[in-house]
């Protein structure tokens, strides 16, 4: 069995910077894709970012330019920084993992950006 263990949400006023983290455990092989996905209250889960097991990356419209996805493949773990935040990135942030072609979901951690 595979965890997978988020941290790094929070409040933030809008124009600042968080960065989130995604830390799988347990029996891994192999990781291939990663992805960052957001849940807002009354809207559809929507795509953030993607990285393959190349490295490389892809973003969702409204967030390309601000955020930036990465790994650390020998610890098994994803980042999301995120940049010049805005109200409307509030949400649910959700990890996704594909351990040994399984998919893997983190349990979200809430971002709210206000002033």
Known sequence: QVQLVESGGGLVQPGGSLRLSCAASG??????DIRW?????????ELVARITSSS??????????????SRDST?????????TLKPEDTAIYYCRFVVDHRIYWGQGTQVTVSS
Do not use: C, H, W
């Open 27 to 32: 029996r891994i092989f192999n990781i291939s």
């Open 37 to 45: 996905d957001r849940q807002a209250p009354g809207k559809e889960r």
């Open 56 to 69: 490389r990356t892809y973003y969702g419209e409204a967030v390309n330019g601000r955020f930036t996805i």
């Open 75 to 83: 610890k098994n773990i994803v980042y999301l920084q995120m940049n």
